[in-house]
């Protein structure tokens, strides 16, 4: 955890409660061990010193990375935030496999990236979701 602090993780923190607890009412904790794992990677966008999006960048035990809680506000969107976060997270992975479970009205977004389907749809957080993998 030394590559942020206890403010920027409070912003990152706040703008996902935001954007998934708040706008999207995603029924989840939205704190988890994650967060605070020392093989966990925060990312995020500053506007006038405010976090504006923001992912966060797992290795797993198998070795890929795996995306996950990518969030931009909403005064931010449509400004390529989002994308410039993901082409940073695909670099820090050095080549090696990247995973995502998207919500289905998102695999788009992925799929311009270079990802492609994994398996079946599934229920995540009571949305239909797909694994996608690059």
Known sequence: ????????LYQLLRLRIQVFVVERQMPRMELDDIDVNDKTVHLWAERS???VAGL????????AFRVSRLCTALEA????????????AITMAKRREVVVDAP????GFFERLGFRQEGEKFVK?????????L
């Open 1 to 8: 955890m030394d590559q942020i602090d206890a403010r920027m």
């Open 49 to 51: 010193g405010e976090v």
């Open 56 to 63: 966060r960048l797992h290795e797993q035990d198998d070795g």
């Open 77 to 88: 969107r449509g400004q390529g935030l989002a994308t410039k976060l993901m082409q940073h």
């Open 104 to 107: 289905i009205r998102t695999r």
């Open 125 to 133: 957080d009571g949305m239909p979701h797909v694994e996608l993998r």
